[in-house]
């Protein structure tokens, strides 16, 4: 493996040093596949203000030291900004999805070409539908969301896969499209949830594990749940979704505040816009 290119990952908020992106050059909403696109399909992206969000957002992740990889923009492929959806890294191996919708799938060939010219090793989630957008790491505890792109059968070859991990199927409903944005967990005991997404069954078993903060009806279609944790108490989150923030900020978080008000119309926010490649053990 090139050493310097190393793939690490344990949980979602110990410290981030590499991640993949992908600039939204050719981003639209062609195809209606959340609710979100919904809401701005008349409008739809206004693609140079995204890209220049989004240029915002790789140089605060780079003033914070993390280096960022940035995946070719093929004009096929609107949904690529994305990049949490086509796979996730668990300890040392990257995870391929086969991704669920037509419209993103071949995505994730531009991910595996550039992890073997890189020498990554990675693991091809063939004929299994787990988008990373499902995929909450947290030590040896893997919650999936069971959505329209992650299905049970797909979890249950995942956990033949690694039994030494407890993965736990977490149903929802399914018009919010990946478990990130409707639950994220942000430390070893907190996480962020929108409750009215989950049964009483999977809120009672998340609330046996972490001191849950609740985020709103209309924060929720902000994807307040979907920050980006980088290690450090330190995360990124929407400027709009103030409740969430000064709840975290409360708890003693640093809030790095960029807007990315364009890139969410599509229905995805800072988390599913990284692919974590490593994070240190350091919190």
């Not at 701005?40 to 206004?46: A, G, L, S, V």
């Not at 960022?68 to 796979?87: A, C, H, M, N």
């Not at 989630?125 to 992650?150: A, F, W």
């Not at 990130?180 to 929108?194: G, R, Y």
Request: charged fraction near 25%.
């Amino acid at each position: 493996m090139n050493e310097e290119l190393e793939a690490y990952c344990a949980s979602e908020y110990s410290k981030l040093s590499r991640v993949i992106v992908c600039e939204p050059r050719h981003m639209a909403i062609r195809d209606i596949i959340n609710e979100t696109q919904k809401e701005f399909m008349e409008e739809n992206i206004d693609q140079a203000r995204a890209v220049e969000q989004h240029a915002n957002f790789t140089k605060a992740l780079e003033r914070e030291g993390i280096e960022v990889i940035k995946l070719p923009p093929e004009s096929t492929y609107p949904e690529q900004v994305f990049t949490r959806d086509i796979g996730f890294t668990l300890g040392n191996t990257v995870y391929v999805a086969e991704m669920a919708t037509t419209i993103r799938q071949g995505e994730e060939l531009i991910l595996k070409s550039w992890l073997e010219t890189n020498d990554i090793p990675f693991f091809n989630l063939h004929k299994n539908h787990i988008e990373g957008g499902d995929v909450i790491i947290d030590g040896r505890t893997i919650y999936i969301g069971v959505s329209d792109r992650t299905d049970e059968t797909s979890i249950q070859h995942l956990q033949s896969l690694l039994p030494e991990y407890d993965i736990i199927a977490i149903p929802f409903i399914e018009k919010f499209l990946h478990l990130d944005c409707v639950f994220n967990v942000i430390s070893p005991t907190e996480a962020l949830i929108f409750p009215e997404a989950h049964t009483k069954k999977e809120l009672d078993l998340l609330a046996s594990r972490y001191d849950l903060i609740e985020v709103t009806k209309e924060e929720q279609f902000t994807l307040g749940t979907n920050v980006l944790s980088i290690g450090n108490k330190k995360l990124f989150s929407l400027p709009c979704n103030e409740q969430v923030n000064r709840q975290l900020r409360q708890r003693g978080y640093e809030i790095i505040e960029v807007d990315i008000s364009e890139i969410i119309k599509s229905g995805g926010s800072f988390r599913c816009c990284t692919m974590p490649l490593l994070r240190t053990t350091k919190k």
